[in-house]
């Protein structure tokens, strides 16, 4: 038998551009992925390209559930830019709220979330200013 160490985390790993789905809900904005989606659907199976998730957006309390009922202790994810701020760069009340209703979801829960601040999911301003390459991508 393996024995894990007491600080050893058991859980799921998870993107937020690959399962929130809700592309279009809560001033979310439209990333990189999605314009890759709009250019080159063909390279997406079915060619669903990046706008379909697993919808955490709307289930997440039933998403931490099935976490909690397979024993997990944490899950990772990722926090969207495209989700959280607005064209300005401010915060998008809207997503935060939401961000806020899930880590309360998985506390309430007992589960831990470890939050990825970037997977490949920069707001489409962003990169039309030069993405990485623009000094107020790495600020924001």
């Known amino acids: ?21 809700s592309y279009n809900v809560g001033g979310r904005l439209r990333s990189y992925w999605d314009m890759y989606s709009d250019m080159e659907i063909n390279a997406f199976h079915n060619n669903v390209g990046s706008y379909v998730g697993n919808d955490m957006y709307h289930k997440y309390e039933s998403d931490i559930q099935l976490l909690k009922s397979m024993n997990f202790e944490s899950f ?19 997503g935060a709220k939401w961000y806020h209703q899930l880590i309360d979801c998985a506390h309430e829960n007992g589960i831990e979330i470890f939050m990825n601040m970037y997977h490949f999911d920069m707001p489409e301003y962003l990169v039309k200013r030069g993405g990485w390459q623009n000094r107020e991508v790495v600020e924001a």
Do not use: H, V, Y
């Open 1 to 21: 038998m393996i024995k894990l160490p007491k600080d050893f985390f058991f859980g799921a790993a998870m993107s937020g551009p690959q399962t929130e789905g």
């Open 76 to 94: 990772r994810t990722s926090m969207q830019w495209t989700r959280l701020l607005d064209q300005d760069g401010n915060i998008n009340p809207e």
